[in-house]
């Protein structure tokens, strides 16, 4: 079993945008559960990288995911399925010199499945945060949660990667953690 490790993780949050958000079958549900990855993500000081699929025509990442990301975060527009087929978002993920990626987004069987393939083939330890991800139907959603867990990707919920990172009630962060989730 792999257990994740805030020390060695990068958040790759992809293409959570207010019309694609608008679009999925679990709209309320993985915003808030976005949300709170992000947050907890900053609280930890694990870096982040966001993507944004043709922004200018599907708008920018929503703000409850925004609002929370720290200064050093990283932006990138992209209109390839797989955010690794962008140059500079592969570089990202290579300069940061973690070995497990974690992300989520929209959709879940299209970018996040392509996106999750990609990391897979280039050696990392990848896993997607099920409930933080969504796609128009609950077929095609869950039909790309399958087509990642063949892929080797790992597949865990919100609190799953919480509780990890923080690997106990000591963590001086734990609090702060927990509270998002109650």
């Known amino acids: 079993m792999t257990i994740l490790n805030s020390e060695n993780s990068l958040v790759l949050i992809i293409d959570v945008q207010e019309k694609l958000l608008n679009a999925v ?15 907890a993500a900053s609280i930890l000081e694990i870096p982040i990288i966001v993507t944004e699929q ?35 978002i592969l570089e990202a993920v ?37 409930d933080a991800c969504g796609s128009r139907t609950e077929f095609e959603y869950s039909a790309g949660l399958s087509r990642m867990k063949d892929n080797g990707v790992h597949v865990v919920t919100t609190e799953i990667a919480l509780f990890e990172w923080l690997k106990g009630a000591k963590n001086p962060k734990f609090k702060e953690v927990q509270s998002l989730i109650k």
């Open 25 to 39: 079958f679990n709209k309320h549900s993985l915003e808030r559960r976005a949300c709170i990855m992000a947050k």
């Open 54 to 88: 043709y922004p200018k025509g599907l708008g920018s990442t929503i703000p409850g995911i925004k609002d929370v990301l720290s200064e050093e975060t990283q932006y990138f527009e992209k209109t390839a399925f797989s955010a690794i087929d962008n140059e500079e």
């Open 94 to 130: 290579r300069n940061s010199n973690k070995k497990q990626v974690i992300l989520y987004g929209i959709e879940t069987h299209i970018c996040v499945s392509q996106t999750a393939a990609a990391l897979c083939e280039l050696g990392y330890e990848v896993f997607v945060v099920c």
